[in-house]
């Protein structure tokens, strides 16, 4: 059960987010209501004082890390004042932890555990033993011992009372709160990971080769380079271990970091040897265990965050790429052996032509297959052609090409499209349902034409961890991923709007308000009762209550319905607003819409009432001078160039147009029509630092790139956006695989790029000489494996760069 939330939640949310704290009230109240991000960001822009959906998103997820907390601490509360252990000191110091890693900091001496050496050499009455070793290091330890000895309690002798009382001080030490927190920061600050290969390991594990003797420094570690190295722990190839500091001889600073919290110093007393010795042994068996568990969560949590991040962001950008709109496509899933799948779909996606050619090896019915295309183009209107870019997708792409060159009179256009998912999608249960009776390879071509014509209503049919435009996705907490994933589908859906009177139950699906057996409800009621001619009829629908008739109204489209509000993101709770409008313009609604000039000469503060603020009525405007904008770009097409069809036909200086079709930390991938996609490096894309790839470029913009160098035996390509770079091939091969090239633009050294074109993960290699630490590619089995391959930065053999 959720605990309340206090003020304190409240107050600290809105320090993180530096906003006020009754804007973080309003829209906690908002969220445990039942209201979602998207309608609260667009519809309650009063009430939370103008919070958008980024802040939302945030505020919604450390409200759950904040109400999680709470629940913990109240359990923690419980369960040590039940123990009868619960002082006021105590209390406060559990009521003071601000992280759940501190909150378990203090509760772990009183967590409840299997009884342990320390607890038997109590039961045994040592406990006075260690507490006077501790406190009088000028008592000899053996002599003290002795008076301790009971055979009866199971101490033989007093080196087994040492023992007893050695156990009882290790725990403590490595039980106290505050110096676990204290060598955990300092661990954090100083430690690195190292890695190295396992005896026997090097063959089969020849992927990870650059991990086989590895460290850098956790705080340096990007997200790519931890979960690689992770995974080949987990493959049994590599051992990882955490060194809290670069080695040095004598002592570890951390045992003086325990002693000192503890009074413990070597004075020649007859016991500080024994105190020592034990502050050793608690740094080694306990503490440094402990904090090793601690700081490999910690390090995993930071990489996944990022990775997640990445890809949330790559699938927006996806899902927010351009519609070609409704225009009648046909769709063509290339292949070899098996033939290039051929679907035709009209101008509202409804499949109505389906077929098989043979253009490639070995049936090589070339002609054969124009003549068929051309014919199915004419029959059906086609207006533009969408090749999936799997295999053989070059050789379609030229075969579409050359369709496009023998019948002018058709006015094809080609677009090479992601194929990402289209087979999840084609053994989905929704495509049978979708598609019933449909050979499941045909299915893939009907979803690639569609995806043309309305990427984000097509991807939505697939699960988002399907799409493949992330880093290792497999080795992500499955959780995390999918909650990430369904914040950014939910927010694109939403903020595009969907057309009710068209839309599918996935796409439904994703609207605010709406889940997915309402989708489904609101699908049999239109195909019961025939298209919704208002938004009103929503409120017919089984099971669609007033609320969620409220979440979802202002993102359902119906055009050329009775209402040409209906048609807008409006929402109908405004309409009074507008009704307004109309009446002070003197005009009817449907001639209001779309009239600037009448709509700007109108004072959004004349309209703003105890329910309508100024910012909603300023949105009100804006919409009506374009009702039902799409936010997504203009649909453009990128054009390959001719003859450049293979890597081979690739050459230093050449400048291309492409599509980017992915981007990571290091840098994007661009797709420039020769089956691998080359890489530009983060130090490629601006002659200004770039700390963010995704500053100069998103998945599916379509840009011109110059080819800086081409390794054909690797199958790596390496591009640059800085089109009057003409040094930069030649630098790159004078390096030699050492050292780094600084990006122009001055940056110091501490932050320098990896080389460009470098053959590692994170594109390039660093020292160049003896000790430097070496950066890695990402195992071949990652998410991002099949973008490294059509790179060329992972060998198909070993997966190694």
């Known amino acids: 059960m959720t605990t309340p939330l206090t003020g304190s939640i409240e107050g600290r949310i809105a320090e993180e987010l530096g906003v006020r704290e009754r804007q973080v009230k309003a829209a906690v109240e908002l969220l445990d209501g039942g209201s979602t991000v998207p309608f609260i960001a667009r519809y309650r822009k009063e009430a939370t004082e103008m919070l958008d959906d980024a802040q939302l998103r945030t505020l919604e997820e450390r409200l759950r890390y904040l109400r999680e907390l709470e629940e913990r601490r109240a359990a923690v509360l419980e369960s040590v004042r039940e123990q009868g252990k619960l002082t006021d ?4 110091r559990i009521r003071g932890a601000e992280t759940k890693a501190r909150l378990e900091d203090i509760y772990l001496p009183y967590k409840p555990k299997r009884r342990t050496k320390a607890q038997i050499a109590r039961e045994a009455g040592l406990e006075p033993l260690a507490d006077g070793l501790l406190g009088d290091p000028s008592v000899d ?13 199971g101490v033989a002798d007093p080196q087994a009372a040492l023992d007893g009382a050695r156990a009882i001080l290790t725990e403590r030490f490595s039980e106290d709160a505050d110096l676990i927190g204290e060598v955990r920061e300092r661990m954090w600050t100083r430690g690195r990971l190292a890695a190295k290969v396992r005896e026997g390991k090097e063959e089969a594990g020849a992927k990870f080769a650059d991990y086989f003797d590895f460290t850098e420094p956790f705080t340096q570690l990007p997200s790519h380079r931890i979960l690689a190295m992770l995974r080949g722990e987990k493959e049994e190839v590599l051992d990882l271990v955490l060194e809290p500091e670069e080695p040095t001889e004598g002592p570890s600073s951390y045992e003086g970091i325990v002693a000192h919290r503890f009074g413990i110093a070597d004075r020649g007393r007859p016991g500080d040897k024994w105190l020592k010795d034990t502050v050793r042994w608690a740094w080694r068996t306990r503490i440094l265990v402990h904090l090793g568990i601690d700081l490999r969560l910690r390090l995993r949590t930071a990489a996944e965050d990022e990775a997640v991040n990445v890809f949330a962001a790559n699938l927006r950008d996806l899902l927010l790429a351009a519609p070609a709109g409704t225009r009648a496509t046909l769709g063509l899933d290339p292949g070899f052996r098996t033939g290039v799948k051929v679907a035709v779909v009209d101008a509202t996606g409804k499949v109505v032509a389906t077929d098989v050619i043979h253009p490639h090896v070995p049936a090589n019915k070339w002609d054969e297959a124009i003549a068929k295309l051309a ?37 094809l256009t080609k677009v090479m499209v992601s194929e990402a998912g289209a087979s999840v999608y084609s053994a989905s249960a929704y495509a049978s349902q979708e598609l019933p009776g449909m050979d499941v390879s045909l299915r893939g071509a009907v979803s690639i034409a569609r995806r043309l014509q309305d990427p984000l209503a097509e991807l939505v049919k697939i699960d988002p961890k399907s799409i493949g435009v992330g880093q290792y996705q497999h080795d992500l907490s499955e959780v995390k991923l999918s909650r990430s994933l369904d914040a950014v589908v939910e927010d694109c859906v939403n903020g595009v709007g969907v057309d ?7 796409l439904l699906s994703r609207v605010s308000g709406v889940t997915g057996s309402l989708a489904e409800n609101i699908v049999a009621h239109r195909d019961a009762n025939g298209p919704f001619t208002s938004r009103a009829q929503l409120k017919k629908v089984s099971r669609l209550g007033p609320k969620a008739y409220e979440q979802c109204a202002g993102f359902l489209r119906i ?43 109108l004072r959004p503060a004349d309209f703003v009432d105890d329910t309508f603020g100024l910012p909603t009525i300023t949105d009100i405007l804006k919409e009506l001078e374009k009702p039902g904008r799409d936010p997504r ?5 990128a054009t390959f160039k001719e003859g450049v069809e293979k890597i081979s036909d690739l050459s230093s200086g050449m400048v291309l147009e492409g599509v980017v079709t992915n981007v990571a930390a290091f840098g994007a991938f661009v797709d420039v029509g020769v089956h691998q996609d080359g890489l530009v490096h983060v130090s490629a894309m601006s002659r200004t630092f770039v700390k963010d790839p995704r500053d100069v470029v998103k998945p599916g913009d379509i840009v011109k790139v110059k080819v800086l160098d081409v390794d054909i035996p690797r199958k790596r390509i390496s591009l640059t956006l800085r089109l009057d770079d003409e040094a930069a091939a030649a630098q790159e091969k004078q390096s030699g695989g050492g050292g780094e090239r600084r990006q122009r633009g001055g940056r110091p050294p501490q932050q320098r790029q990896p080389r460009t074109g470098g053959g590692a993960g994170d594109g390039g290699g660093r020292g160049g000489g003896g000790g430097g630490s070496r950066q890695a590619p990402p195992p071949a089995n990652s998410a991002m494996a099949d973008a490294l391959r059509r790179a060329g930065l992972l060998n198909t053999k070993n ?3």
Not at 500 to 506: D, E, H, K, L, Q
Not at 564 to 586: F, I, Q
Not at 633 to 637: E, G, L, M, N, V
Request: hydrophobic content about 40%.
């Open 89 to 92: 000191e105590l209390e406060a």
């Open 141 to 153: 330890p053996l002599a003290a011992a002795a008076a301790f000895v009971a055979a009866d309690k």
């Open 375 to 411: 014919r199915l183009a004419k029959e059906h209107a086609v207006e533009l052609v969408a090749i999936g870019n799997g295999t053989a997708s070059r050789e379609t792409d030229k075969l579409a090409g050359e369709l496009i060159d023998r019948h002018p009179e058709l006015k």
């Open 500 to 506: 009710v009177n068209t839309a599918s139950v996935p």
């Open 559 to 601: 055009r050329g319905g009775d209402d040409p509000l209906d048609a807008s993101s409006v929402h109908p709770e405004a309409y009074p607003v507008v009704r307004r409008m109309v009446k002070t313009t003197g005009q009817e609604v449907a001639s209001l819409v779309g009239d600037t000039g009448a709509l700007r000469s």
């Open 633 to 637: 770009p203009a649909f453009r097409t």
């Open 799 to 801: 997966g190694r760069g």
